[in-house]
């Protein structure tokens, strides 16, 4: 019995693991358009250089959507903002996004990078 729970408890954490999201960090790329799709509950923001995978509904680039990565519909406006900023100035941005399906659900958005780095 012992050794069938100690089987239940790594095999318990092994699937947490690799149930989570595999977040990364762009670098610094320039948005060249911004879709606001699904009746407002997501957007798409079209960036180039592409990132190498990332193609939500055929597009170059990220999506942010309601329910994931903790996005609310409330949150989802602050990402159309800063989105329409970078489409308006021209200011790079990086984005935190996870990489684990071709949609890349973003997670963040810094306009001007994460540190001042773009």
């Known amino acids: ?12 954490m092994m699937a ?6 595999a977040l990364v960090s762009s670098g610094c790329v320039a ?3 911004v879709v606001n799709a699904e009746y407002g509950n997501a957007l798409m ?6 990132i190498p995978g990332c193609t939500p ?3 170059p680039g990220v999506e942010f959507a309601v329910g994931v990565n903790g996005i609310t519909a409330a949150t989802l ?6 989105g329409l900023s970078a ?7 990086m984005v935190l996004y ?16 994460f540190h001042g780095e773009c």
């Open 1 to 12: 019995m012992r050794s069938f729970i100690k089987l239940m408890v790594v095999t318990s």
């Open 16 to 21: 947490s693991a690799t149930a989570q999201a």
């Open 31 to 33: 948005v060249t358009a």
């Open 45 to 50: 923001l079209a960036l180039s250089p592409a």
């Open 57 to 59: 509904n055929t597009t």
């Open 77 to 82: 406006n602050s990402y159309l903002a800063s």
């Open 87 to 93: 489409l308006a100035t021209g200011q790079r941005v």
């Open 98 to 113: 996870d990489d684990s399906t071709s949609n890349c659900y973003g997670m963040a958005i810094a306009n001007g990078g």
